[in-house]
């Protein structure tokens, strides 16, 4: 296994430097996971494809036995080799129970943490990002985005002196509302952004309309927020057999069939699904390996979804 690592692989892990015995446990199936990656127009940094979302089921974490299943998942997440993990300050114990779990499993290194400002006013946006840094405990954030366009001018200037000082990497601007998409495509227009962050599902194709042509025109990366429409589009196939065909471009399972659809979009850089359990990372992210759809067959899936 270790034949096949690439001279950059060895010494992100240390090992072309010795320094291999003084690491922890280094995981060499995180190391030559072989994930799709797609690459963050603005750096060329690349981002395995499927990343994990907080919301909801890291939103209301008190007991040690409700954590449990959140450090398995994460656990699995790190070893699999994804990275993305997707929080807000807005998503209860979201951010605090990723920072805690992070912190406790020693995982920092290596996954991209993105948040949001979600607030009204300089300086609540100010705050509200200090204290996300707290909570995440990390004294850099990969990607902050203005949640929902709220108060995106005010807060993309922060974001920028916040990149330009080096305590966040990128910036960028999110939405999950088709009534905010033109507010968004202008901003879009408008604004020099790293990341998109927008809805978009084998069932909820809007996005993919304007807004995800105009990300690859812009050079903007695209994460992708409710991939599954929450439990919409596993309750439209509930029952039914998955495709013979699915097999054509690696797929076994109904998760791994809508999320292939998704990061097969040439703009999509990632997706995000809401993960609580160490099976859910195991199943999604084997949308990040094999063959994806190509545009004919991405039709005969939308055809399919369509007629369901
Ligand atoms: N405007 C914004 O910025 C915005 C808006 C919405 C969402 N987001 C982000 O996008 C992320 C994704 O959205 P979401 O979590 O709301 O919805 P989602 O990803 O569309 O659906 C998540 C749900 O799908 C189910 N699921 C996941 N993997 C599965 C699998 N392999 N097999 C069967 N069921 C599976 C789980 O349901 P159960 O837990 O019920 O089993 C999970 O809670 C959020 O977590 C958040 O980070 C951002």
Not at 35 to 57: D, F, H, V, Y
Request: with cysteine; hydrophobic share 40%.
């Amino acid at each position: 296994m270790l034949m096949r690592l690439t001279r950059r692989e060895l010494l992100k892990a240390g090992m072309a430097t010795g320094a291999s015995l003084l690491l922890p446990a280094i995981d060499l199936r995180a190391q030559s996971s072989g994930l799709i990656q797609k690459k963050i127009p603005s750096s060329g940094e690349s981002l395995p494809a499927i990343g994990l979302g907080t919301a909801r089921r890291w939103e209301s974490i008190t007991t040690d036995a409700e954590r449990a299943p959140l450090r398995d998942t994460l656990r699995e997440f790190k070893a699999v080799g994804a990275t993305v993990i997707d929080s807000s300050p807005t998503y209860g114990t979201a951010e605090a129970i990723v920072g805690e779990l992070v912190s406790e499993l020693k995982v920092r290194d290596g996954l991209f943490l993105a948040t949001k400002v979600s607030i009204s006013g300089k300086e609540a946006g100010v705050k509200q990002i200090e204290a996300s840094f707290k909570r995440l405990r990390t004294p850099k954030i990969d990607l902050i985005a203005v949640h929902n366009l709220r108060d995106t001018h005010t807060h993309l200037a922060t974001l920028r002196d916040l990149r330009r000082v080096g305590r966040i990497r990128y910036i960028g601007i999110t939405t999950s509302f088709p009534n905010q998409y033109a507010d968004f495509e202008r901003t879009m227009k408008a604004e020099k952004l790293d990341f998109i962050q927008v809805d978009y599902a084998l069932d909820n194709r809007t996005a993919g309309e304007r807004i995800l042509p105009l990300a690859a025109e812009r050079s903007m990366a695209v994460m992708i927020n409710l991939p599954f429409g929450r439990g919409r589009l596993f309750n439209a196939v509930q029952g039914k057999q998955l495709p013979e065909w699915a097999a054509e471009f690696d797929c076994k399972t109904w998760a791994q069939f809508f999320l292939k659809y998704i990061v097969s979009h040439p703009a999509v850089t990632c997706a995000v699904p809401g993960m609580a359990k160490a099976e859910y990372v195991r199943d999604n992210i084997g949308a990040a390996h094999g063959r994806l759809p190509d545009a004919a067959m991405r039709r005969r899936m939308e055809n399919f979804i369509d007629g369901v």
